[in-house]
């Protein structure tokens, strides 16, 4: 079974575990300002873990296409309180979304448990900061930055592509003194991606298997559903839904959603049946 250790604390991810969103910020794609006040973050997060939430990604800059930078205080104004207050009174695991070093260090002081990066350690520091920590990290694949990634993305062949970034940036993380067993793998859907890209990721997504690392799934509500089905954000609930179930049924081991109580209703009847296939075998 594939475990990850942090803070005195084990996470079983042999089954996939969902992770719910709390973005403090007042400009990310989906609910950007619902919940930016610490209060609402906090009660945000109480929701998503009494839904069933096994992990909260507690995140203080939007990284949609085209978002603005936010300084290092900003983005700790942001993220600490709400990871303190999580880290109090739920048993839960704490996800830091972020690239800034110091970030992610107050994080895991807070009470963080594991590091989520968009960037993958290429932030000048970040390498060392996480092998300092020595948490669990998530190294996801993007090409450019979020204020350009969309600006015509093109690959050779995207997962082959996505798979030698991956072996690259595994390497760097070896060489910098992070463990193997404290990574994680996230493809980047939507991330300097296409439409096709996408669906060509999630198609395929069985392939990152080779890696021999978790894969953390990030689709929620973004626009390879919204595209696809001609739906605003607030209307993307059945499409997310069922590509996370794709996604669960092609190896991911995180889903990282907005709609915790949907997304594990459709968890526990794919279980169900798992489990019932195994049993007839």
Aim: charged share 15%; proline share 4%; aromatic share 6%.
């Amino acid at each position: 079974m594939q475990k990850l250790y942090s803070q005195g604390s084990r996470l079983d991810v042999s089954m996939p575990v969902i992770m719910g969103i709390v973005n403090t910020t007042p400009d990310s794609f989906s609910d950007g300002g619902d919940f930016f006040s610490t209060k609402h973050a906090c009660d945000h997060a109480d929701k998503l873990i009494n839904a069933g939430a096994g992990i909260i990604d507690i995140g203080g800059e939007s990284t949609r296409p085209g978002a603005a930078l936010v300084t290092e205080e900003q983005e700790l104004a942001r993220v600490i309180p709400v990871i303190e207050y999580v880290s109090r009174h739920h048993d839960v695991w704490i996800s830091i979304d972020t690239s800034k070093p110091a970030v992610m260090a107050a994080a895991i002081a807070a009470g963080a448990h594991m590091i989520n990066d968009v960037r993958a350690l290429t932030e000048p520091g970040a390498l060392a900061m996480a092998a300092q920590l020595q948490v669990p990290v998530c190294l996801m694949h993007m090409q450019g930055q979020p204020q350009n990634m969309q600006a015509n993305p093109e690959y050779e062949n995207i997962i082959h592509d996505i798979l030698t970034f991956f072996k690259a940036r595994i390497a760097a993380c070896i060489a910098a003194g992070i463990s193997f067993d404290n990574l994680v793998l996230d493809p980047g859907f939507g991330f300097g991606k296409t439409l096709t890209h996408n669906y060509q990721i999630l198609a395929q997504l069985a392939q990152f298997a080779v890696l021999d690392r978790p894969l953390l799934i990030g689709l929620s509500r973004k626009s390879m559903i919204g595209q696809l089905l001609n739906r605003d954000v607030e209307e993307r609930l059945i499409g997310s839904v069922s590509a996370a179930l794709i996604a669960c049924q092609h190896g991911a081991n995180i889903i990282r959603v907005h709609d915790v109580a949907e997304t594990m209703d459709m968890l526990k009847v794919w279980q169900m049946t798992q489990t019932q296939m195994i049993k007839q075998n």
